[in-house]
């Protein structure tokens, strides 16, 4: 895909799609819950999609119609011993979460991803389970996919995470709703609770003590409606796009501002960003209509307990960066190096590509601005943030970006060039 703007103005509303994180739980725990669960503003996203087959794959009845799902679950003691492997396409969060609910279940099963997800560390999650009962192996004592799971009883434990993974959470607090005892997780920072407050929702009890989370095992779930709010990740990109182009003011209607995931917004306010938030009225998930503006911008300093609430954010940051004034420095992000691709690296990479003052870190980067950027010839390493990231920047760009794979934007935000032109009119 070759893009080539001539000073672009972003104008107008947009409706970003479905939150990912509370599209795929969605699916999780309609399957879990015994009755009727419906589902409103799913992310039609690769991803989702890879989640929902999965679920079908054990016997559960769902039906899509556009972005509203219907899961008809009997719970999930009915599910059934899945004929084929469990496929989570480029899915990080499907394969993860899914080894917590497939470890208590009395059937074997095997689950893999592409080749993305082949090279992606499972051991964070095959560990603690492991600690439970679980029965799982696979390449390299289980560390990586392939992996096959043989169900069987578990039991509680008390687990301190390593490092700060909602992930790794989820899968303990879903392997924990079918072990015998209560298991209690301490978290090294807050990290996103969409599984907390989706537990609560479908009738579970869970408990928070500053960083510390109880849960009882042997809980039945509830059918629950579920409305999914716009996905602040992908918002994040279209935020970028206005920030960075003169003279825009866009609309961004619904995104879920959960404050595990609005660090986004913290660093684009110390940057000094002229942008409003809207509250709105919403059951479970907060959320708000986000107006932003172009704005002049400084370089700042982002790190710590920060890192966790914008980790899928930081290639769109580290793009914003290259047009503030003074130095940005990105640090305690170690965790980009085992995304989608090496994060860290890729983005360094490519945004020098485009005349970008980026130096890569261990942990980080170190951008230097405002630097103008140039057109040319960008990889996205099949990342779909680095695919959005990649487009944005041809907005800023004087030239041609050209930009190899855009097609793997579509896991997360299918659509989004679509919405892209909207704004520009």
């Not at 009845?61 to 003691?77: C, H, P, Q, Y």
């Not at 069987?152 to 392997?175: D, E, F, H, R």
């Not at 110390?270 to 002049?296: C, W």
Request: hydrophobic fraction near 40%; charged fraction near 20%.
């Amino acid at each position: 895909m070759n893009l080539l703007f001539d000073h672009p103005v972003l104008n107008g509303s947009i409706q970003v799609p479905g939150d990912k994180s509370i599209s795929h739980r969605s699916i999780m725990f309609g399957a879990i819950a015994d009755g009727t669960t419906t589902v409103e503003g799913f992310l039609l996203g690769e991803d989702c999609l890879s989640t929902i087959n999965c679920f079908r794959k054990l016997g559960v009845d769902i039906k899509l119609d556009e972005d509203r799902v219907t899961i008809n679950s009997k719970g999930a003691a009915k599910w059934v011993e899945p004929a084929e492997l469990l496929d989570t396409g480029n899915s990080g969060t499907t394969t993860r979460l899914m080894l917590g609910l497939l470890a208590g279940t009395s059937f074997h099963s095997v689950i893999a991803g592409d080749d993305s997800i082949a090279r992606r560390p499972m051991k964070r999650i095959v560990e603690p389970l492991r600690l439970m009962g679980a029965d799982i192996r696979g390449r390299q004592n289980g560390h990586f996919t392939p992996l096959a799971v043989q169900g069987t009883p578990l039991s509680a434990i008390n687990y301190t995470l390593p490092v700060a993974s909602a992930q790794v959470k989820s899968a303990i607090l879903l392997a924990a709703l079918h072990a015998k005892g209560t298991t209690v997780i301490e978290e090294p920072v807050a990290t996103r609770d969409h599984t907390e407050i989706m537990l609560r929702q479908f009738g579970a009890e869970i408990s928070r003590n500053a960083n510390t989370i109880e849960i009882q095992g042997g809980q039945s779930l509830s059918a629950h409606h579920v409305k999914v709010p716009g996905d602040i990740s992908s918002a994040a990109f279209l935020i970028g796009a206005a920030l960075v182009t003169s003279g825009s003011e866009i609309t961004l209607e619904n995104v879920g501002t959960n404050p595990t995931r609005t660090g986004i917004l913290d660093v684009i306010a110390q940057m000094g960003a002229d942008f409003t938030v809207h509250e709105k009225e919403t059951e479970g998930e907060p959320a708000a209509d986000l107006v932003v503006r172009s704005s002049r911008l400084q370089g700042i300093e982002i790190g710590g307990a920060l890192i966790p609430r914008l980790i899928d954010e930081i290639p769109i940051i580290a793009l914003i960066a290259t047009q503030c004034h003074g130095t940005t420095v990105i640090k305690d992000a170690e965790e980009l190096r085992v995304k989608e691709t090496d994060r860290i690296t890729a983005v360094v990479n490519e945004l020098a590509k485009l005349g970008a003052d980026i130096t890569a870190t261990e942990d980080g980067m170190i951008i230097n601005g405002p630097t103008p950027l140039s057109g040319a010839e960008l990889k996205t390493y099949g990342d779909h943030r680095l695919g959005m990231m990649a487009a944005v920047a041809s907005l800023a760009a004087a030239g041609t970006v050209s930009i190899d794979d855009p097609e793997c934007i579509a896991v997360s935000y299918p659509g989004f060039m679509d919405h892209i032109e909207h704004l520009i009119g």
